[in-house]
Nanobody, 114 residues
Framework: QVQLVESGGALVQPGGSLRLSCVAS????????MTWHRQAPGKEREWVAT???????YYADSVKGRFTISRDNAKNTVYLQMNSLKPDDTAVYYC????????WGQGTQVTVSS
């Protein structure tokens, strides 16, 4: 079965950096686009970034220029490098894949605060 396991969330000061990881299993990883979403307290889940099965990447305007999505197909892992973090980036971050249906990981908490 499809499984997604995120890690790397932490408490970080404004202006800091974090790298999130999502390890995937249960499907042919290198054939599918992968996506990061986030959900802040009291808000709806929102799309953050997508990487194609190749290397094409797409970003929400709110993170463009600060976040970088990448993938390592040999490790079945997708990453989200987050730089210049802001308090508004505080959220639970989820990775997602559509393989027949939508699959989500359990999420990893990112808190940006001084």
């Amino acid at each position: 079965q499809v499984q997604l396991v995120e890690s790397g969330g932490a408490l970080v000061q404004p202006g800091g950096s974090l790298r999130l990881s999502c390890v995937a299993s249960g499907f042919t990883f290198n054939r599918y686009p992968m996506t990061w979403h986030r959900q802040a307290p009291g808000k709806e889940r929102e799309w953050v970034a997508t990487i194609s099965s190749g290397t094409s990447a797409y970003y929400a305007d709110s993170v463009k220029g600060r976040f970088t999505i990448s993938r390592d197909n040999a490790k079945n892992t997708v990453y989200l490098q987050m730089n210049s973090l802001k308090p508004d980036d505080t959220a639970v971050y989820y990775c997602n894949v559509v393989v027949g249906g939508h699959y989500w990981g359990q999420g990893t908490q990112v808190t940006v605060s001084s």
